[in-house]
């Protein structure tokens, strides 16, 4: 899991390759990624919180672009 940089968004992914994202403090869901593969890794890319980095069991690693996090 990680947050957005301003501690407002949650991202979660699963090992059924569900990626979710909610707000903070309410958990309220904002949105839902389903992936083929369980997700074991996701981050923000450094510079810019509109782009998503996925990495699954299988190795493969993702760049989403994703709505801004509000």
């Not at 301003?6 to 990626?19: A, H, M, R, W, Y």
């Not at 309410?26 to 810019?48: A, K, R, Y």
């Amino acid at each position: 899991m990680v947050f957005s940089s301003d501690g407002k968004t949650l991202v979660t992914g699963s090992p059924s390759g569900q990626i979710k994202f909610l707000k903070v403090p309410t958990g309220d869901e904002l949105g839902t990624l389903n992936l083929p593969q369980g997700i074991i890794h996701l981050d923000f890319f450094p510079s810019d919180e509109g782009t998503l980095i996925t990495g699954d069991w299988e190795g493969t690693v993702r760049l989403w672009q994703v709505a801004p996090l509000r």
